[in-house]
């Protein structure tokens, strides 16, 4: 069994650190596609049509309910096989469908619990206000349901850079990816695997309590607003 050796740290740590702007890079397309994905989960799965709703939630329990880690591996290996439809991606637009895709289904939850969190009154009052579909959600329901999803947000994109790793197997060159290139090399894996764990608790950690931060200024803010309204209501 090999000791630490300060020297292999220092060895490896210029060639590992190359690697951090891919995988920052990579967690923040698959953030933004699984936004994007995310509101269209959200939208498909109110269309007042129970077929359309029922294989909606059925494709949306099936990429949940299967590992990432496969469906990287189907995206990247099998879909260029598939007859007639199969393209082959290169490993980051692999990854960046993959990854992406599995998260816009828990980040479509977390817009239908802020959609359904704006009060039955705001629905009301905006369509006696005779408000079109696009001026009831962009001035009133979406302006509500946002605020309150975004810590919750924030906890999805730590969790995604958690997650980044996972491309590695199919070959996109992050920080994991030449750590095991350089303890392959060298047959050292203790000290370049220890400075991928130093390099995502640097990054992660400080986000993870901001987003904590944040979450408490949003709940503080809500909750100050629903004691201004039930004082309004009770002077009424």
């Not at 939208?43 to 109110?46: G, M, T």
């Not at 997650?163 to 491309?167: F, G, I, Q, T």
């Given at each position: 069994m090999s000791n630490w050796d300060w020297e292999v740290f220092f060895d490896a740590f210029p060639m590992i650190i190359q690697g951090l702007g891919i995988t920052v890079g990579l967690t923040i397309a698959c953030y933004i596609f699984a936004l994007i994905f995310g509101f269209f989960w959200t939208?498909?799965?109110?269309i007042p049509i129970k077929p359309i709703h029922w294989v909606i939630r059925w494709i949306m329990e099936f990429i949940r309910s299967?590992?990432?880690?496969?469906?990287l591996f189907f995206i990247f290996y099998a879909w260029p096989v598939v007859p007639y439809v199969g393209?082959?991606?290169?490993?980051?637009?692999?990854?960046v469908i993959g990854l992406g895709l599995h998260y816009?289904?828990?980040i479509s939850e977390v817009y239908r619990s802020g959609i359904e969190g704006v009060a039955?009154?705001?629905w009301e009052a905006s369509t006696a206000l005779n408000l079109s579909t696009k001026q009831?959600?962009?001035?009133?329901?979406?302006?509500?349901a946002i605020p309150p999803t975004i810590p919750m947000l924030g906890n999805y994109l730590i969790i995604m850079f958690k997650?980044?790793?996972?491309?590695s197997t199919i070959g996109v060159v992050g920080i994991l990816h030449l750590a095991n290139d350089y303890g392959a090399q060298y047959w050292r894996y203790l000290e370049p695997l220890t400075i991928v764990a130093i390099l995502f608790l640097v990054l992660s950690y400080p986000s993870a309590i901001l987003i904590n931060k944040?979450?408490?200024k949003m709940n503080q803010r809500f909750n100050k607003k629903d004691v201004l309204e039930e004082t309004k209501g009770a002077a009424i």
């Open positions: 939208v498909a799965d109110r299967t590992p990432p880690l496969v469906q393209v082959a991606l290169d490993p980051f637009t692999s990854a816009s289904t828990y039955p009154g705001q009831k959600w962009m001035k009133v329901i979406l302006p509500q997650e980044v790793p996972l491309a944040l979450e408490k």
